[in-house]
Every structure is written in structure tokens, then in C-alpha cells.
């Protein structure tokens, strides 16, 4: 194995490492992908704003959400499904006639 001038590995052997464990962990845990995101990670899902987001709960036009807690400002959840329809049925033709 190489090693750079602090001794350390190269980034290549020490990425193929952390893919190593990665992989490993993964197959000791099982994958889970959540069925309900959070609107971090609905907006990384959709690509659309944490602020669009925001805004369509509001004024009404975002995807379906559920509410988790009572209090304003609380937590909200996206269901994935509901997700992909929103986005579904905005698809556009584009060009096609």
C-alpha cells in the first residue's frame, strides 16, 4: 500500500475502504428506504425549493403533506407515492404535437 508524505493512505485506496464498510454495513443492516420525507428531503426528491415547498402548503398548490405535530411550525412528512404523482401529473408533452 502507498502512502503519502503524513502517512496516510491515497484517496483512492482510502475511498475504496469506506466504500468497503459502506457496503459491508449495508449488507449487515438491510436497506431502508423511508416511505415518508421530510422537506429536506422531499425538496432533494423533487428538486424543488424548501421554500417552494413551504409556500404550497400554504397557499394550497404543493403536493399532499401530513401534519405530525399540532403546533406551528411542527413536522411534515411527504409520502413518496404522493410525491411522484404531484409530479406526474405536471408532466408536460413538451414539443410533441
Known amino acids: 500500500m502507498s502512502s503519502t ?3 496516510g493512505a491515497l484517496p483512492a485506496e ?6 468497503q464498510a459502506v457496503i459491508a454495513e449495508i449488507s449487515r443492516r438491510g436497506f431502508v428506504q423511508p416511505e415518508y420525507l421530510d422537506t429536506a428531503q422531499a425538496s ?12 404550497g402548503r ?15 411550525g411542527g413536522a411534515v412528512r411527504y409520502r413518496r407515492a404522493d410525491l411522484d404523482k404531484f409530479m406526474a401529473d405536471r408532466r408536460e408533452k413538451g414539443g410533441e404535437r
Open 44 to 55: 432533494t426528491y423533487t428538486g424543488m425549493s424548501v421554500d417552494w415547498l413551504a409556500k
Open 14 to 19: 482510502f475511498a475504496q475502504s469506506v466504500a
Open 5 to 7: 508524505s503524513s502517512g
Open 58 to 72: 400554504c397557499d394550497g398548490f404543493g403536493p399532499p403533506y401530513s401534519k405530525v405535530s399540532d403546533s406551528r
